[in-house]
């Protein structure tokens, strides 16, 4: 069924196709008896509950930052499944992002290439949603839904003001979510990558323990790593996480490669131009880093995997390599919302 579904929203700009099948799900919903079928339908028949991080995980599969970039869709995504939800990338301002189309299908190897540009509400509007969202949260299945707060930086602050960028989000956000994640990977703000230096990554972090120390209930603090880091900044990334205790990591954004791709999707992504790569072609150099990570730290790091994970095999592999928890957002799309139950199935 949902192949003819997805052939159909595939016939439209993908980021047209996205909001129309949101706001679609967000009106069924409304109504109590068809949010109870598609709960019903999707829920995954038994799990078990998880709590890295010492959080509520209902399941391991959640959905990664970027497709509910202003919490605007955290009920619906509960009612299909996800065990957690990544909101954001938030910045301080709102932002527009990029031009469109910014948002590009790859359909032959089941990938998309985007450079969004952190586009979103700005803090204080989301905190505001999250806030009401909170309140009138009931939970069909009794289970609470895990929120991630995925904060950045605006595209106009300079590198060196970065710091006070992400000061502004995690504490404007502190009491809405329930961990964060510093984005200094993404490839779709120019210059934020650089933030990935071991330096800078400290500057930001060290800022953000003091606060978060100060507080009755800490929250978990972790960072999300690009696939092309070199080995030697990977080492870096370890070093800095075990010094300034870090929960754990996000293994991985989007790449900026364009390896493993068919020869169509290649002149396809040269016509898309610029933009992270994400999907299938992803899932092997992702999990190369996961696993890499997690022997370097001896499993002292919680890791999150994101990459190229569409199947429960592909699961299979991630939380062999080290992985806790599990991001999916591309396979979500061309796998559809029986995702989780179908990864949760079988593992």
């Known amino acids: 069924m949902y192949k003819l579904l997805r052939n159909i929203l595939f016939l439209f700009p993908p980021e047209s196709a996205h909001y129309f099948s949101m706001k679609t799900l967000t009106l069924v919903c409304k109504i109590p008896v068809f949010r109870k079928i598609i709960t019903k339908q999707y829920r995954p028949a038994s799990h078990t509950q998880r709590a890295p991080f010492k959080l509520p995980f209902k399941n391991i599969v959640g959905l990664g930052a970027g497709f509910d970039k202003n919490a605007l869709y955290l009920t619906e995504l509960e009612t299909l499944g996800f065990g957690f939800v990544e909101i954001g990338t938030v910045t301080p301002l709102p932002q527009t992002g990029n031009d469109k189309p910014r948002l590009f299908r790859l359909k032959k190897d089941q990938a998309l290439i985007n450079r969004m540009g952190f586009n979103n509400d700005g803090v204080q509007v989301i905190a505001q949603r999250l806030k009401k969202w909170k309140i009138g949260q009931e939970s069909i299945t009794g289970d609470r839904l895990i929120v991630g707060g995925n904060i950045g930086k605006n595209k106009t602050t300079p590198n060196e003001e970065a710091w006070k960028d ?5 504490r404007e956000l502190f009491d809405c979510v329930d961990y964060f994640v510093v984005n200094v990977s993404s490839p779709n703000t120019p210059g934020l990558r650089e933030l990935q230096e071991k330096d800078s990554l400290k500057k930001i972090f060290l800022n953000l323990q003091q606060f978060n120390r100060e507080q009755k209930n800490p929250k978990p603090l972790l960072l999300k790593i690009a696939p092309d ?8 990334v370890i070093d800095l996480a075990k010094e300034i205790k870090l929960e754990g990591l996000i293994v991985t ?3 900026i490669s364009r390896e493993n791709l ?8 040269v016509k898309a131009g610029a933009g992270g790569l994400s999907g299938a072609p992803l899932k092997e150099k992702s ?24 199947t429960a095999d592909d699961a299979k592999e991630k939380l062999n390599a080290g992985a806790s928890l599990l991001q999916v957002w591309t396979g ?5 919302p029986s995702i989780v139950k179908n990864i949760l199935k079988q593992i």
Do not use: M, P, R
């Open 166 to 170: 992400y000061d502004i989000c995690f």
């Open 229 to 236: 880091l070199s080995w030697k900044q990977i080492d870096d």
């Open 253 to 255: 954004n989007t790449t």
């Open 287 to 310: 999990t190369q880093v996961l696993k890499y990570i997690h022997e370097k730290s001896t499993g002292s790091l919680t890791l999150i995997a994101s990459g190229g994970i569409f």
């Open 262 to 269: 068919s020869e169509k999707s290649k002149l396809k992504s």
């Open 332 to 336: 979500f799309i061309y796998q559809g």
